[in-house]
Structure formats: C-alpha cells, structure tokens
C-alpha cells in the first residue's frame, strides 16, 4: 500500500486528489495539510511514502518544507512530488536542489497522476513533459559548473552512463535494457553515482547531469 500525504493550501484540491486516490487498491491518502508546518508534523507522524506538496502555499512553502524533510533523516524514506501551476521557474529548480522527487503540473490528467504516485513510491525520479522541455531549455545557455564536473570524475564510466541515462528519464530496468546488464546492477550503478555524488535521490541526479555537462539538450532529444 503507498501512503500518500496531500499539502496544498487549496481544500477543492486536496479533495479531488483524495477522491481520486482512494479509489485505488494500492494507494491511501493517510493525511492532508494546508500548509507546511502542519505538512511536517503529519509527515513524521504518518510517514507517508509519497506527500504531494504544493509549491505555493501559506506559512512554510513548498520548497523550504521539501528541504526540511529531506534534512530530516526520520523522513528518509518519504518521497516529495512538488505540484506547481507554473511549469518550470528558479523555485522549482530551488526544490528539486532541496530535495524533491518530481514535480507535475496541476493540470495533470488522472490517470498520469496516479502513475505519478506509484513512480514516486517506487524511487524513480518524476518529471512533467512540459517541465523537462523547460529543464532542457534552462541549460542551453549555460555552461557547465565546473565544480560539478570535477565531482563527476569520481564515478566509473558505468555510473556516469546510467547518471545521463537517469538524466533521460529512464527507469532501473530500462537502464539495465540499455546497457545489457541485469536490473539490480543499473540499481547498484545509480545508487553508487548518488552517494558519491551526494545527491539524495535521481531528481537531484538529473540536476547534476545537466549542471556538469554529461548530459545536454543535443544528447537528450537525439536519445545518445
């Protein structure tokens, strides 16, 4: 069962979350929050698997409770998908760097939320189309940080293969397909890469994949 903790500020949003929620088998909605001080202390009283945050919200925002539970380590095993209804802007990257999972648009149609849960639930890293087009369009311009470069020359050629592969979207065993090997070897890969990285999890990955250069706007529409 996924436990699911919704926090937005918005009474009709949480409502139609958790109606949709709780039609399913495998997902409960075990607490709603209409700020992020609340949000936290249900999160350590429910430990929720996957708490759907709103970016915007009243007395703790989005971002700043999303870098409080990752900083929390008896929250460790909560995932945090941002809800936004702007797409991509600095807040949203100020997020993923705080620690959370995913995000999606609230226009999100029911049946990619859902799957937006269990994707979640499951540790892999969630992101709207919409707001990977904007990802890769915030990179265009940059250069690479060189100090993320030099963080990268840690990871054996394996790692940093299955790190632009995570950067691409793709899946532990869509990983492993790739690159001929089994599904808890590509786990293993990506799970070094993020401890040598220190990243929390495959969303702060796809960060530093973009950020070091490993991965670019090119690589990823050509699928290379």
Known sequence: MIRVLLVDDQPLIRSGFRALLDLEDDI????????????L????????DVALVDISMPVLDGIETT????????LAGVRVVILTNYGLDEHVL????????GFLVKD???????H????????????APS????????????PPRPDTGTALRELTNREREAVALVARGLSNDQIAGHMTISSLTAKTHVNRAMTKLGARDRAQLVILAYESGLVTPRTLLSGS
């Not at 202390?41 to 929720?48: D, V």
């Not at 870098?67 to 008896?74: L, M, S, T, V």
């Open 108 to 114: 999100i149609v029911p049946e990619d939320l859902l």
């Open 41 to 48: 202390a249900l999160a350590g009283r429910h430990l929720p």
């Open 131 to 142: 707001i990977t087009r904007r990802l890769i369009d915030r990179y265009v311009s940059q």
């Open 94 to 101: 100020d997020a993923l760097r705080a620690g959370a999972a």
């Open 28 to 39: 409960e909605v075990v607490a709603e929050a209409g700020d992020g001080m609340r949000a």
């Open 116 to 127: 937006a849960v269990r994707v979640a639930a499951r540790g892999d890293v969630l992101l």
């Open 67 to 74: 870098r409080r539970i990752a900083a929390d380590p008896a």
